[in-house]
Every structure is written in structure tokens, then in C-alpha cells.
């Protein structure tokens, strides 16, 4: 089983910064793409940046030029530097991976969800 544990939120006033890492571990597994969410009540989960293997970023607009993702591929680490915080930056932020597993002889591709953590960002 691979678990995504999940550190770095908090309160922090608007134009401050937070970091948020994630770390995946379990055994016989395999993370492709790495990628931070967040939702906010009644709202469908967003995602905020991604970071393929190799290195290659995207960003939802609203994060563009604010925060940045990367990740360390040797100990299966994501994080999300973010700058410049809003008020409207205030979710429950999630990691997500998409991983692969040889289970029997077949590659198995699966998703895995961290158990979120708390940015509050106040004016």
C-alpha cells in the first residue's frame, strides 16, 4: 500500500509564503506524474501544478508566477513553494500521484491521495 503523507500548511497572512511537501512510501511502487490540489467547501477539487517525472511543470492560472512545484524522484517527494498567498489561496490542499505497481505480472497504474492539509491565508 502507498501512503502520501502531507506537512507544510497553516495560517499565514496574505503576501506571506508557505511550503507544503509530500512524501510517498510504501514498497514495489513507481510515481509518474506528482500534482497538489485543493478544494474549498462546496467547490469541486482544482488542481493547482503538476510535475511529470522528468521534470516538465504546469500550473493552474491563478498559480502562475506564484508558486512552484518540484520534486525529488530518489525519495519520492513533491513540493509546492508558495509565494505571494491570497485569501482566495485558502483550501485544503492535496497531494495526488499517479503511480505504477507489477502486481502478478501486469503493471497497474493507481492513484494515490494524500489526507490534505489546511492553508489559511488572512488580510
Known amino acids: 500500500q502507498v501512503q502520501l503523507v502531507e506537512s507544510g500548511g497553516g495560517l499565514v497572512q496574505a503576501g506571506g509564503s508557505l511550503r507544503l511537501s509530500c512524501a510517498a512510501s510504501g514498497a514495489g511502487f513507481s510515481i509518474n506524474d506528482m500534482e497538489w490540489y485543493r478544494q474549498t467547501p462546496g467547490k469541486q477539487r482544482e488542481l493547482v501544478a503538476g510535475i511529470t517525472k522528468r521534470g516538465s511543470t504546469n500550473y493552474a492560472d491563478s498559480a502562475k508566477g506564484r508558486f512552484t512545484i518540484s520534486r525529488d524522484n530518489a525519495k519520492n517527494t513533491v513540493t509546492l513553494q508558495m509565494n505571494s498567498l491570497k485569501p482566495e489561496d485558502t483550501a485544503v490542499y492535496y497531494c495526488?500521484?499517479?503511480?505504477?505497481?507489477?502486481?502478478?505480472?501486469?503493471?497497474?497504474?493507481?492513484?494515490?491521495w494524500g489526507q490534505g492539509t489546511q492553508v489559511t491565508v488572512f488580510s
Open positions: 495526488h500521484c499517479v503511480g505504477w505497481r507489477t502486481i502478478a505480472g501486469s503493471i497497474v497504474y493507481e492513484n494515490y
